[in-house]
């Protein structure tokens, strides 16, 4: 079976099971104060390795709760965070999501985010474009002046607080700026156009790994903060339409 239909597969699984959770005394198994790990990530998680594999047993996997290591044996890895937006999940915050990408050779081949709580479904494929359900989707063509932005707070305290001071002096060169709690949301955001750019100083793999060729193959831009080409290495992000993308590494990198 074709890549991308087996990742929107194994997405729409993991979605139902974790909205079959929501309502519920979500349990949280493990994690500190800011960083949780529901039973409804594990399971999800383990839902999506399994669909994936019944299709390609040989691929390799990167997920966010079980396999931080991969053997590097085979050259496709697919890389899955089951929940991203786990602490929004768990205060039912309706604002995460199920993110899913395929590698080769460290270049992204599929990519698909999907948000059960709003029922919208986000796909790339390379080459051919991204969709929401069905639908085309294209990035803004507004400029830094008009434009809305988004950005997150990676764990850690010194993080939190260069976020904050970037916040301060971007702020007033653009029309907003907002904090979802969900990187693969916010890529996506930007990719339908919702937003015109967004950018996270810290990340994990799992985070950006689906998003950012979303976000390409909607037409936009995806760098690391210093502006080098995207690759799955990147600690952290700047995602755009292109058009505002050099002026905000300007002010990203502002000493």
């Not at 479904?121 to 008009?146: H, M, P, T, Y």
Request: charged share 25%; net charge positive.
């Amino acid at each position: 079976m074709d890549e991308l239909k087996v990742a929107l597969i194994a997405a729409k699984r993991a979605g139902k099971i974790i909205l079959g959770y929501k309502g519920t005394n979500i349990k949280i198994k493990k994690g500190d104060m800011h960083n949780i790990v529901t039973e409804a990530d594990l399971k999800s998680e383990q839902e999506i390795i399994n669909t994936i594999k019944k299709y390609f047993p040989r691929h390799e996997f990167l997920a966010e709760e079980s396999v931080n290591n991969p053997s590097k044996k085979s050259e496709y890895l697919w890389v899955i965070d089951p929940i991203d937006g786990t602490m929004n999940y768990s205060h039912d915050f309706p604002v995460f999501s199920v993110s899913i990408a395929l590698y080769k050779k460290g270049k992204a081949l599929v990519g698909v985010v999907y948000n059960p709580i709003r029922e919208e479904l986000f796909q790339a494929k390379r080459g051919a474009g991204s969709f929401l359900n069905g639908k085309k989707i294209k990035v803004s063509k507004n400029s830094l002046e008009k434009s809305l932005l988004s950005t997150g707070f990676y764990y850690g305290e010194e993080t939190v607080k260069k976020t904050f001071r970037k916040i301060e002096y971007i702020y007033e060169h653009v029309q907003g700026i907002r904090e979802t709690g969900s990187a693969s949301i916010d890529l996506c955001n930007v990719a339908c156009g919702r937003t015109d750019g967004y950018w996270e100083i810290k990340l994990g793999t799992w985070d950006h790994a689906a998003g950012s060729l979303i976000v390409e193959e909607a037409g936009g831009k995806v760098t690391d903060v210093d502006g080098k080409p995207y690759s799955l290495n990147n600690i952290g992000v700047v995602a755009s339409n292109g058009k505002i993308h050099n002026k905000l590494l300007k002010l990203l990198n502002k000493k």
